[in-house]
């Protein structure tokens, strides 16, 4: 019976120590620290999807950002669309900018002033930016951005 009990006193230690080197020699072992993620949501590929129907001698792109499209000699304007991503450009066949493409979803709401900004950067670059709400038809889109 007494070594049965120092047994179990000797494994439950053993199996102390292996979890607590475990815990302590974790950090030393890599994380996966990237993950992969959709390039645009289920909605956005829908209008991906319709701007292709509506121009199919055009090139759509998806998820621009704004510095590939627009830039200034000074670094505290550059700050201010650094980061930002257009939805949608849509480039002719000289790989010209047609238009700019964005597409409201609910999270916008309440952002409006935040897209008014970002339209006016684009516009002053001498974009065309078009916004929706909702997939328009292909012909909507067609008298809208010709």
Excluded: W
């Excluded at 627009?70 to 257009?86: A, C, G, L, M, P």
């Excluded at 409201?104 to 309440?110: E, F, L, N, R, Y």
């Amino acid at each position: 019976m007494f070594a049965s009990n120092q047994f179990i006193f000797v494994l439950i230690g053993c199996i102390s120590t292996v979890l607590l080197l475990l815990s302590c020699l974790r950090s030393f072992f890599p994380k996966q620290k990237f993950f992969p993620r959709p390039v645009i949501t289920a909605f956005e590929s829908q209008m991906f999807l319709r701007l292709k129907q509506a121009f199919p001698h055009y090139h759509i792109l998806a998820q621009v950002a704004f510095s590939a499209l627009i830039t200034s000699e000074h670094y505290n304007i550059r700050s201010k669309f650094n980061r930002k991503v257009t939805d949608f450009v849509i480039l002719d066949q000289e790989m010209r900018v047609i238009a700019v493409v964005e597409l409201d979803d609910p999270s916008h709401i309440g952002k409006e002033l935040e897209d008014q900004k970002r339209d006016r950067m684009l516009k002053e670059a001498g974009y065309r930016v078009q916004r929706y709400t909702q997939i328009p038809s292909i012909k909507q889109l067609q008298m809208d951005i010709r």
